[in-house]
C-alpha cells in the first residue's frame, strides 16, 4: 500500500454493513498508520454514530431509501437523492481518494457512482448469498468484487470477483466469553439446540439453517 494513500469508504444501514467496513478500515490502519480514510454515510442512519465511536471520520448524507409504494414519500426519496448525488461529487472530488469502496447501504450508490466517473478505481464488497440492488448497479463500473459466498457470478461479472469471505472484527476473536456465558445470560440450557436467527437475513430472504 503506498503510504499517505487516501481511502473513501461507503457503508451504512445495518451493522452487516458498518461492522465489515469497519473491520477493513482497521486493518488498512493496522497496515498502513499513514494513510487517510474517510467515511460517507447517511444522516440519522447507525453509522453516524458507529464510525465516529469506531475512530474514523464521516460525513452523512441525506440519502434516504426507496418506498417500496407509490406516494408522496416519493417526491421526497427524489429530492434526497438528488441532493445527496451532488454532496456526493463534492466529498469525491474534495477528498481525491485513490481508491473508493462500498460495502451497501443508501450512501454507497451516489459516492461509487461518482469515484468511478472520476476514474478512482472503485472495490465493492458483497456479503450476502443475494446481491443487494444497489451492489448489482455498481457492479458496472467496479474494479473488483469482494464475495462471501459462492456463486456470486449470477449477480456480478465473473472475472471482477475474488472471493475473501466476510470481514470480521478482531474483537470477535479475542472475547473472553465462553457458550457457557451466553447461555446463561439468556437463561438457555445447555441440554437444547439453540438457533440464532439474525433480522436482516429475515428481512432478505437469506436464513439457511444447517445442522
Known amino acids: 500500500m503506498i503510504k499517505n ?17 469497519l473491520s477493513v478500515a482497521n486493518e488498512l490502519k493496522r497496515i498502513n498508520p499513514d494513510c487517510e480514510i474517510l467515511f460517507v454515510g447517511a444522516r440519522g442512519k447507525m453509522e453516524m454514530e458507529k464510525v465516529p465511536k469506531a475512530g474514523y471520520k464521516i460525513i452523512g448524507l441525506p440519502v434516504k431509501g426507496m418506498p417500496r409504494k407509490l406516494s408522496f414519500k416519493m417526491i421526497s426519496f427524489v429530492f434526497s437523492l438528488f441532493k445527496s448525488w451532488l454532496q456526493a461529487r463534492k466529498i469525491v472530488k474534495n477528498f481525491n481518494p485513490d481508491v473508493a469502496a462500498g460495502f451497501g447501504g443508501y450512501a454507497s450508490g451516489p459516492v461509487l457512482h461518482w469515484a ?34 459462492n456463486g456470486m457470478e449470477k449477480f456480478f461479472p465473473e472475472s471482477k470477483i475474488i472471493f475473501t469471505g466476510n470481514p470480521i472484527r478482531k474483537q470477535i476473536f479475542e472475547t473472553q466469553n465462553t457458550k457457557a456465558d451466553a447461555l446463561n445470560f439468556f437463561e438457555l440450557g445447555s441440554e437444547k439446540l439453540t438457533i440464532l436467527v439474525l433480522e436482516e437475513a429475515l428481512a432478505h430472504g437469506q436464513l439457511t439453517i444447517k445442522f
Not at 457503508?11 to 467496513?21: E, K, S
Request: net charge positive; with cysteine; proline share 4%.
Open 5 to 21: 494513500s487516501k481511502i473513501l469508504i461507503s457503508a451504512g444501514g445495518t451493522g452487516g454493513h458498518i461492522f465489515p467496513a
Open 116 to 149: 468511478a466517473r472520476l476514474k478512482i478505481p472503485t472495490l465493492i464488497q458483497e456479503q450476502n448469498s443475494f446481491a443487494g440492488k444497489t451492489n448489482k448497479l455498481l457492479a458496472k463500473k467496479a474494479a473488483k468484487i469482494c464475495v462471501s459466498y
